[in-house]
């Protein structure tokens, strides 16, 4: 588990708000759904890790980031890839254990 100090997590959650509203901006550019492409992807994922940490004390974070707020939403809620082939979903399966087991390191 990642651990921040006070001191880390203010840096990180004001630092975080100046870059929210330009992702917002990019994910629009990109049609809102995904930062790259019509999938899932690890940018996405990336993303989610970021978010999901600092959400942890101030779960109105993206309240003002409506599709960031979605995407966050369909991350968290994502049982399978969204083809939904069993190669798919074992992929996606795969994808999200190696993204999660790295970032317990």
């Known amino acids: 588990t990642l651990v921040m100090s006070p001191c880390e997590l203010n840096f990180c959650l004001k630092y975080s708000l100046?870059?929210?509203?330009?992702?917002?901006a990019r994910l629009?550019?990109?049609?809102?759904?995904?930062?790259?492409?019509?999938n899932l992807t690890w940018a996405d994922l990336h993303l989610f890790a970021g978010v999901d940490i600092l959400m942890a004390d101030n779960l109105e974070l993206l309240d003002n980031?409506?599709?960031?707020k979605n995407l966050i939403e369909r991350i968290e809620t994502e049982p399978t890839s969204p083809s939904g082939s069993s190669q798919d979903q074992k992929l996606f399966s795969d994808m999200m254990f190696k993204f999660f087991l790295t970032r317990e390191k």
């Open 18 to 24: 100046l870059c929210l509203g330009e992702l917002e």
């Open 28 to 38: 629009e550019q990109r049609g809102g759904q995904f930062f790259v492409g019509n």
């Open 65 to 68: 980031y409506p599709m960031m």
